[in-house]
């Protein structure tokens, strides 16, 4: 049933993100209601800054094209996500200006958990319930846990690859000595030579200190004692030949306090072991450039 409000609106305006590979129920439902209320449909698409993440996995065109299949009759554009809501706000207000007739009134609407709690603009809003309740979270996780045989598939995930930035994957890694001065390193399952221990940083890791600390704990299972940073760089690891992605690798030093080091983490490292010296053909080649960072600054 329209308001009164609504009925004086002569553009609805919708604001989502519809990140979902087809629309589903809940919204078809929500377009059709406001183009049953309003002549004039436009929708803005939520633009993310961060690209080909799992809350953003489509573009703007992908989603665009999704809906004008469905609904050719609206106008479907897009609003940049912005830190602050009031800046964003009046934004979306200028954009609303610039496509609807100068007479003419916008009602702005959205779904449940929309925008409209943060939306501090000069319009009115209208929070529509749905009939039924969809996630498009569950319906990404469904998706991401499936595999098509089909052309169109792997075109797909090609084209999600190339259209994120590239990224430098962070690692950590340790150089810890004892008293006597000599280096605890660690080998790894199929390799002969030595390495310094650490690993990959994980996002609920909350510091590369904490990486490190982690790491310590799970391959050797020793006790250290406060990180010093040495440095940082590229490592040239065999796993990115030719690849766009690189891995940089945080260094820190530390003093070993006690503890057996002992290989904790047995599906990956297979031996911790003690250095007076490190040697040539010591350590493995990636690890090479850490060890003369390390003995730049020392």
């Known amino acids: ?76 554009l897009y609003i940049k996500d912005m830190k602050d809501d009031s800046v964003w706000s009046e934004y979306l207000d200028s954009q609303i200006d610039n496509f609807k007739g100068p007479t003419q009134t916008p009602m702005l609407y959205g779904g449940r958990e929309s925008f409209i709690s943060r939306y501090h603009g000069k319009y009115r809003t209208t929070e529509l319930e749905s009939s039924k309740y969809i996630s498009g979270t569950e319906m990404r996780k469904t998706i991401s846990a499936s595999v098509k045989g089909t052309e169109d598939f792997r075109a797909g995930v090609i084209w999600a690859v190339y259209n994120k930035y590239p990224q430098s994957i962070p690692t950590v890694d340790v150089i810890i000595r004892d008293e006597k001065g000599r ?95 490190i040697e040539k053909g010591t350590l493995v080649d990636e690890h090479i450039y850490i060890y003369e960072i390390y003995k730049s600054k020392v």
């Open 183 to 277: 280096y605890l390193l660690v080998r790894k399952h199929n390799e002969t030579k030595f390495r310094f221990v650490g690993g990959f940083s994980q996002p609920d890791d909350e510091s590369y200190e904490i990486t490190a600390k982690r790491e310590i704990s799970e391959e050797v299972g020793v006790e250290v004692g406060s990180l010093r940073y040495v440095g940082s760089c590229n490592i040239d690891d065999w796993r990115y030949f030719q690849e766009v992605d690189c891995i940089k690798t945080i260094i820190f030093e530390s003093t070993y306090i006690y503890g057996a080091p002992i290989p904790k983490d047995k599906g990956e490292i297979v031996e911790a072991k003690w250095f007076d010296t």
């Open 1 to 76: 049933m329209k308001t009164k409000q609504q009925a004086k609106a002569e553009v609805g305006v919708i604001v989502a993100r519809f990140q979902v590979h087809k629309l589903h129920d809940a919204h078809r439902e929500l377009i059709e209601n406001v183009r049953s209320i309003h002549p004039k449909v436009i929708i803005f698409l939520g633009l993310s800054p961060a690209i080909g993440t799992q809350n953003n996995p489509l573009d703007f065109e992908t989603r665009k094209k999704m809906i004008l299949s469905e609904f050719p009759d609206v106008t479907v």
